[in-house]
């Protein structure tokens, strides 16, 4: 496997501030990144994705940020809500396989 | 669309006994499935892949013997896990990825399986 995760990173922000969210992977041939949110015992729900030839991509309230050099992703979460609360996880997948693997993944409290 | 069905949502089994959770693609043929399992407050550690009609692909560390793993179908996956014991207590989830999907963008996750072996 690459990244594995052994613990979970905190982060609590109030209600309406700006959320970020690092990531940090490990094989530098990986092509393609998403970003999972993930609830309590629920399965992952994608957020957004990136190709490697990208360094930025927006959607509704996200942005993903990536920097190959560094082999670092973010994620933006603006005007964060309640409802945003979960943990996140990036997941990378190489360009030789199909299997995505998980970072460690940070738990995300919004404080209303 | 792009619906994955995963069954039971929790069981609780006998230590030495065999479960069997089963991962359904409802609306679209799953060629390739992925098993996850996590542990609490931790990532998603990838198990093993299957692929519709051959034997799974597992990762390194990951007893085939002790998690079989079949495909027999294009909306069907089977993770079964043989003599069961506590440190095998987890939350499985499962993934499918569809051969109508144009990008590898079409990865769908189960809603999981908590296992407890007591």
């Known amino acids: 496997g690459e990244s594995v995760g052994l613990h979970l990173p905190t982060l609590s922000v109030q209600e309406g501030d700006n959320s970020i969210i690092n990531c940090a992977y490990s094989?530098?041939?990986?092509?393609?990144f998403i970003w999972y949110k993930q609830e309590s015992g629920k399965g992952p729900q994608f957020i957004i994705d990136?190709?490697?030839?990208?360094d930025k991509r927006q959607g509704q309230r996200v942005t993903v940020l990536l920097n190959k050099t560094v082999k670092h992703l973010s994620l933006q979460i603006a005007a964060t809500q309640p409802g945003d609360s979960a943990v996140y996880f990036c997941?990378?997948?190489?360009?030789?396989?199909?299997?995505?693997?998980f970072g460690t993944g940070t738990s995300l409290t919004v404080i209303p | 669309g792009a619906v994955v069905s995963q069954h039971p949502s929790r069981v609780i089994c006998k230590s030495g006994t065999s479960v069997k959770i089963e991962c359904r693609s409802l609306?679209?043929?799953?060629?390739?499935m992925f098993w996850y399992r996590q542990f609490p407050k931790q990532s998603l550690m990838l198990m093993a892949t299957?692929?519709?009609?051959?034997?799974?692909?597992?990762e390194q560390g990951v007893e085939k013997d002790k998690f079989l793993i079949n495909h027999a179908s294009l909306t069907l996956s089977t993770l079964t896990v043989t003599s069961a014991h506590p440190e095998d207590s987890s939350f499985y989830i499962c993934?499918?990825?569809?051969?109508?999907?144009?990008?590898?963008?079409?990865?769908?996750f189960g809603s999981g399986t908590r296992l407890t072996v007591v």
């Open positions: 993934s499918a990825r569809g051969n109508r999907w144009g990008g590898i963008r079409g990865y769908t």
């Open positions: 094989n530098s041939a990986s092509d393609y």
């Open positions: 990136i190709r490697s030839n990208m």
């Open positions: 997941a990378e997948n190489s360009a030789t396989g199909n299997q995505f693997y």
């Open positions: 609306d679209f043929q799953a060629t390739t």
């Open positions: 299957s692929n519709e009609g051959s034997k799974a692909t597992y």
